[in-house]
C-alpha cells in the first residue's frame, strides 16, 4: 500500500500489505459548519458562565489572549464575532487588547498576524507578542498548591476581563489543549511554564495524553485562576481543519465538554505495532513542535519497536532553546542528573527532552525523516538519519524481522491513540 503524507517535499512510503495493520488519523465530518453562527450561539449559551453582557461594563479594560501560528485556531472567524459583540456592549476599540499567547515560541511577525488574526484586526487594534523572557513584561501572581510561583504577563493585571481563546486537541503535557492553557504556558515566564512541564515528565504519556483530569491540569487550571482567567471561547476541529464545536464560558466547565468532543473527533482505536510510522501534521514548524508526533506514538510502538517521524521542520530543532541540540533528547534518569548538576535549568526544555527520550531511548528506537535537520543533528539528537520514508522502512524491517508489524499514524501532532 502507498501512503504519502501531507509535505510535498518528502515521498510517500510503500508498506507490504501483510505487514500494514492499518492506516490512522482522526475523524471528518461531513457537515459544514458556520463558524461563526457557532460562536454567536456559544456566546449566548455558555457554559458554566453569566453571559459577557452581564460581566462586562462600558469602560472596562478587555484583554483577549489568543494562541500564535502553531496552532489552527480560526482566531480571524472568532474575532469576526467577538469583537462586534463587544463593542455592542459599549467596550470601545481603544479599550481592548489582542495578547498573542507565545508560550516560549518566538514572537509572531505582522504578516503572521495578519494571517491568524485579519487584516483589519491588526490595523484597528492593539496586538501584543507576549513576551516571556523580559522581565519589566510579568508579574507575579501567586501560588499553586503544588507550590509552583506563578509569573506571567502583566496585561491580566491591569484588564478588567481576560477572555482565551483557543483550540481543544489531544496533549500529551496536559491531557488537552485549551483551557487555562492560553494563559498557563500561553503567556507565563519561563520559569513557570518549566515547572508545570516538568510535573508532565514524571509520568508516563499512557497517564495524561486524552485524560482531562489529571495532575498537570489540575495546576493549569489553578494558574488560570490566579492569573485572572475570566472566560474561554474554545474550538474542536477535524481533521481537515473544519470546526465541529465550539465552547465558551467558564475554563474548566466549558473545557471539560470541549474535551469531550475532541475525545470523539481524535480518538482512534490503533493496535500496538512493531514499528509506527507517525507524521507531525500539523506541528510542521520545527521539531519543539513536530515532536508531538511523538508523543502520540508511546502509546501505541511496542518495547524495543521503531518509531519513524516524518516532518519537514522548516524552521530546524528550536530556534528559542538551543539546549536541546546541546543535549539531545535522554532518559529521565539522565534528564535529572543534568538538572542536579544545574547544566540544564529551564525545565520546560528538560520536559520536552525526556517526553522525547522516553520513547526513542527507553521504550523504542526513532528514525528520523527530516530534509532540514542534519543527518548529524538527527543523530546528536538520539534518532538514526533516514533520507526517506521508504529507506527508513527498510532499516526498520531488518532490524525488526521482514514480519513485523507496521501501523502508519497520519495527522499525529494531534491523533489520540486508544488500544
Known amino acids: 500500500m502507498l501512503v504519502n503524507f501531507y509535505y510535498p517535499e518528502i515521498k510517500g512510503i510503500e508498506i507490504p500489505n501483510e505487514n500494514l495493520c492499518g ?16 460562536v454567536q450561539k456559544a456566546l449566548d449559551q455558555p457554559i458554566g458562565s453569566p453571559r459577557l453582557k452581564n460581566r462586562v461594563r462600558k469602560g472596562n479594560k478587555i484583554l483577549i489572549v489568543t494562541d500564535d501560528n502553531t496552532r489552527f485556531t480560526p482566531a480571524d472567524k472568532i474575532l469576526r464575532v467577538l469583537l462586534p459583540y463587544l463593542n455592542e456592549l459599549g467596550i470601545k476599540k481603544e479599550d481592548i487588547t489582542i495578547l498573542i499567547a507565545l508560550g516560549t515560541h518566538r514572537a509572531m511577525s505582522k504578516k ?4 491568524k488574526l485579519g487584516h483589519e484586526v491588526v490595523d484597528e487594534y492593539k496586538v501584543v507578542n507576549h513576551l516571556w523572557d523580559k522581565e519589566e513584561e510579568n508579574i507575579y501572581y501567586g501560588k499553586t498548591s503544588k507550590g509552583i510561583e506563578i509569573w506571567g504577563n502583566r496585561l491580566l493585571k491591569e484588564s478588567d476581563f481576560v477572555i482565551g481563546i483557543g483550540h481543544i486537541v489531544p496533549h500529551r503535557v496536559a491531557g488537552f489543549s485549551g483551557g487555562g492553557k492560553i494563559v498557563q504556558p500561553g503567556v507565563s515566564t519561563g520559569k513557570t511554564i518549566g515547572d508545570i512541564h516538568w510535573l508532565s515528565a514524571l509520568v508516563p504519556g499512557t497517564e495524561i495524553m486524552g485524560k482531562r483530569n489529571n495532575l498537570v491540569r489540575e495546576q493549569i487550571d489553578e494558574s488560570a485562576r490566579l492569573m485572572g482567567l475570566d472566560f474561554i471561547i474554545n474550538v474542536v476541529q477535524d481533521l481537515k481543519g473544519k470546526v465541529v464545536g465550539v465552547f465558551a464560558g467558564n475554563l474548566v466547565a466549558a473545557h471539560r465538554a470541549g474535551c469531550d468532543l475532541a475525545k470523539e473527533v481524535y480518538g482512534v482505536k490503533v493496535p500496538k505495532a512493531d514499528i509506527v510510522v507517525v507524521d507531525s501534521y500539523p506541528a510542521d514548524i520545527e521539531l519543539w513542535q513536530a515532536a508531538k508526533g511523538i508523543y502520540s506514538s508511546e502509546l501505541v510502538v511496542k518495547d524495543g519497536g521503531y518509531v519513524i517521524l516524518v516532518t519537514p521542520c522548516s524552521e530546524g530543532v528550536s530556534k528559542t532553546h538551543p539546549e536541546i541540540e546541546k543535549f539531545g533528547y535522554l532518559s529521565l534518569e539522565e534528564t535529572q542528573r543534568l538538572i542536579r548538576k544545574k547544566k540544564l535549568e529551564d525545565l520546560t526544555v528538560a520536559a520536552h527532552l525526556v517526553h522525547v527520550g522516553r520513547v526513542i531511548k527507553e521504550k523504542a528506537h526513532g528514525i528520523m525523516v527530516c530534509p532540514n535537520i542534519s543527518n548529524k543533528v538527527k543523530q546528536k539528537l538520539g534518532f538514526i538519519p533516514a533520507s526517506s520514508a521508504q529507506k527508513a522502512l527498510s532499516y526498520a524491517l531488518h532490524k525488526k524481522g521482514q514480519d513485523a ?11 489520540l491513540p486508544i488500544n
Do not use: C, R, Y
Not at 492506516?23 to 457557532?38: G, H
Not at 503572521?112 to 494571517?115: F, K, R
Open 23 to 38: 492506516v490512522f488519523k482522526p475523524k471528518t465530518t461531513q457537515n459544514n459548519f458556520d463558524v461563526e453562527k457557532l
Open 112 to 115: 503572521e498576524l495578519i494571517i
Open 405 to 415: 508489524s507496521i501501523v502508519v499514524m497520519l495527522h499525529a501532532g494531534e491523533i
